[in-house]
């Protein structure tokens, strides 16, 4: 059905309407406008008219006044793939694309059955290419892995392993019995309540204290557990706000039917539960995946850091922009679309179960 | 009340076993074992490990010298103070960032949320981008790129722009000139903290007159002239000075004057942008959950639009604001420990230096936590007052 005519209206009509309708939005639309006439042109200069694609070397590559992107192209396997054995870097390439199928294969509601399986799968590939050491594949230890495969490790793993965490935590806040309540409500205000930083400070500094003597723990473990106590913490809360969407007749229908505690959440609750949180869960996600930067604290060499590094190596020093930048579209892309999807999937499961 | 399949089975099993209150009170006894089974494993590890490192626990070292420089500090501070002097630096910095960047944030934050929802459509739009690319970036690598700006795009002190007389921006930073703090600027300070305090009292007068009797009072044109007129007129009683301590260029840098490192200026902007767009979000669907119709049925009622926001829509609107701005001003706090990559005092950083310096980590890491904690429950407090203030009074 088409919208009645007069709705249509001609570039001057729309103007007069959503630029011009007041004298106070006709000033807004004047300062605007001229503010992007100071600010855009000389953006795309530098973007693209005097960006440099193709450069012998950095003095050259300044010189022409524009962006460089020559310094992307002579850098990105160092950004991407940081300190990675240079002649095994598919690997890295290939992992990264196996965790975004991994990724855009759990958009897919009809797969959602499968997800356990399907991430298990997932980071199974991931651990074999990253690591190596069967299949004629030389062994790469994880000292060496970062730049963006690392950013994704670290986020995915993360959520995977503080997801049964977190429910049972969601379980316990929950619970009628006042001790394992408040075992809950205390881990899970402690993590939230203190920054990222300092649980990644304790578990860098703090963790090999708390073992025994002669066992130690490497970079990435530690790094990794940080994120499993942060995201579990903050993936309860969702969860929690689900099992309080869930009507009480529901839990009562259980209980008629005689299920016992485990039966009445496994079948009842939680499956009803966890699809009402699945979009504020992207949401954590997106939350860890950004908040994965913070271990150039703690030395790794995520995709941040290696941009950091990239930016003072010897022979193109400086290029800090277009580093930045090219990693601000990277996160971005990934942020952007997960944020997205999250918005489009709240309205699809408004809409009913498939 | 709960039947549980287990009540069913009962003769098979042992009759105590079958009821409720017992399993619940064994199952707690046993999280409650395992919990302290855990924490005395990692106490007893690490109490092990430390008498091995020959590191003495406990807060003892913070009464030693700290011998290490803080670059800004609100109070007197110098490499020879203690290490708990050193922290209270840190602390203050932290809490000047917060309050500072809390106070920016907010008001970009509103800004862009009532632009999203203009009849501007080139407002709008511009809202939106900026929203978008704000929030789907990280706030490192924003405060990564604001400081690279800063040190790296603008010259050196002797090139220094130089926007207004006596203001100066360079690589260094900005510096300004700033009164000096004489006997009458602080009578003025001390008259304005004081109409701060009779401004809330008369918040409260004037509500109340209007409660009981109907009359209004002249409420925001009076605390105005309360705000500005008191200070003024104690400054101009005690001699009305103006003493600038205005910068000069000495040798690479300035001498003199107010400064805004870059390290600060850089987590003040990142901060400040990336807190503002999530409040702007925040913003925005507070005012879109105030009914069209208490817009239209004010409307009916003759008051005028700036009536309608002020009596009508921002009242109901801050009922959903509140409390997910809360939890923004947390994440603010917390953020703030980001300070340590680009090198401002905060006290994150400050702590992780005297780590370094003592190796006292279970110490130093207690800290930055118990200080976070004690912070968000006081902001969590603040709100939750302020929260019960603007609540919907159920009669």
């Given amino acids: 059905m088409r919208p009645p005519s007069s709705l249509r209206l001609g570039p001057l009509a729309w103007l007069r309407a959503n630029l011009f309708n007041s004298w106070l939005n006709s000033l807004i639309t004047l300062v605007l406008l001229w503010m992007l006439l100071e600010l855009v042109p000389p953006l795309l200069r530098w973007l693209v008219f005097n960006a440099q694609v ?4 950095a003095q050259a590559c300044r010189a022409a006044g524009g962006a460089c992107w020559a310094f992307i192209r002579e850098k990105y396997r160092l950004i991407l793939f940081s300190t990675y054995p240079y002649d095994q870097q598919w690997r890295p390439l290939l992992a990264i694309l196996a965790i975004m199928a991994m990724l855009a294969a759990s958009c897919d509601r009809r797969l959602w059955r499968w997800l356990p399986l399907l991430w298990l799968g997932g980071l199974g590939t991931v651990a074999v290419l990253m690591w190596g050491g069967v299949f004629g594949l030389p062994f790469v230890e994880n000292r060496l892995w970062g730049g963006l495969p690392l950013t994704l490790i670290l986020a995915t793993v993360g959520l995977m392993a503080a997801f049964p965490l977190s429910i049972l935590l969601a379980l316990a806040r929950r619970s009628d019995m006042p001790v394992i309540r408040a075992v809950a409500v205390i881990y899970i205000e402690l993590i939230r309540g203190v920054p990222l930083v300092s649980l990644l400070f304790m578990a860098s500094i703090m963790l090999p204290l708390f073992l025994p003597a002669g066992v130690t723990i490497d970079k990435l473990l530690r790094a990794q557990i940080a994120f499993i106590l942060f995201a579990s913490a903050f993936l309860a809360e ?4 689900g099992l309080q969407a869930i009507p009480h007749g ?8 005689g299920l016992g505690y485990w039966r009445k959440m496994r079948l009842v609750v939680l499956p009803q539960a966890l699809t009402l949180v699945i979009p504020p869960m992207v949401n954590t996600f997106i939350v860890v995946f950004k908040d994965t930067s913070l271990v150039v604290i703690v030395g790794l060499l995520d995709l941040l850091t290696s941009a950091k590094i990239s930016i003072n190596s010897a022979d193109w020093r400086g290029f800090y922009r277009e580093a930045y930048l090219f990693i601000a579209v990277i996160y971005f892309v990934f942020c952007f679309f997960m944020s997205r999807y999250s918005q489009w999937l709240e309205r699809d499961l408004r809409r009913g179960p498939i | 009340m709960t039947v ?9 099993r042992a009759a105590w076993l079958g009821d409720q209150t017992v399993r619940a009170v064994l ?3 046993l999280v409650a074992a395992a919990v302290a089974g855990a924490i005395w494993y990692l106490v007893s590890n690490t109490l092990d490990n430390l008498a091995r490192q020959n590191i003495a626990s406990g807060f003892g070292f913070l009464g030693r010298s700290a011998s290490f420089a803080i670059g800004e500090s609100l109070i007197d501070y110098s490499a020879a103070d203690s290490y708990g002097r050193a922290i209270v630096v840190g602390m203050l910095n932290t809490l000047k960032v917060t309050g500072l960047s809390i106070v920016f944030a907010t008001l970009i934050g509103v800004t862009v949320g009532i632009s999203r929802l203009s009849s ?12 978008e690319m704000v929030r789907n970036v990280p706030l490192l690598l924003q405060l990564f790129l604001w400081y690279a700006i800063i040190t790296e795009n603008l010259p050196s002190p002797q090139q220094a722009l130089n926007p207004l007389p006596g203001v100066f ?10 009164p000096v703090v004489d006997a009458a600027w602080t009578a003025g300070i001390a008259a304005l903290l004081l109409a ?6 008369l918040s409260r007068w004037t509500r109340h007159r209007r409660q009981t009797t109907g009359r209004g009072f002249p409420f925001a044109a009076a605390v105005l002239a309360l705000l500005l007129g008191l200070p003024l007129l104690v400054w101009g009683v005690f001699g009305a000075t103006l003493v600038l301590d205005v910068p000069v260029l000495r040798g690479f840098n300035f001498r003199g004057g107010g400064a805004v490192s870059p390290e600060l200026a850089a987590l003040l902007l990142g901060l400040s942008i990336y807190t503002a767009s999530y409040i702007a979000e925040i913003v925005r669907a507070g005012i879109l959950a105030v009914d069209l119709g208490q817009t239209e049925a004010a409307l009916a009622l003759g008051l005028s639009p700036a009536q309608v926001l002020r009596l009508v829509v921002l009242p109901q609107a801050l009922r959903v604001i509140v409390p997910p701005l809360t939890s923004q001003y947390l994440n603010l706090n917390k953020n703030c420990s980001l300070a340590v990559a680009i090198g401002y005092p905060d006290m994150v950083s400050v702590l992780n230096t005297i780590v370094n310096q003592t190796g006292q980590a279970v110490e130093g890491v207690g800290l930055i936590m118990g200080v976070y904690l004690a912070i968000s429950v006081v902001i969590t407090v603040v709100m939750a007052w302020y929260n019960r203030a603007v609540a919907l009074v159920e009669r």
């Avoid at chain 2, 501007?120 to 929203?131: E, F």
């Avoid at chain 2, 701060?196 to 009292?201: A, D, E, P, R």
């Fill in chain 2, 196 to 201: 701060v305090v009779v401004s809330l009292g």
């Fill in chain 2, 169 to 178: 921006l360079s690589n260094r930073g900005l510096v300004m000139p700033v």
């Fill in chain 1, 250 to 257: 529901q839990y009562e229908a259980a209980d008629a039917l």
């Fill in chain 2, 120 to 131: 501007n459509w080139l407002l709008a739009r511009l809202a939106t981008v900026y929203v």
């Fill in chain 1, 238 to 241: 969702s969860i929690r706000a």
């Fill in chain 2, 4 to 12: 549980t399949s287990s009540s069913f089975s009962a003769p098979v």
């Fill in chain 2, 27 to 29: 199952y707690q006894a």
């Fill in chain 1, 54 to 57: 193709s450069a012998p070397d």
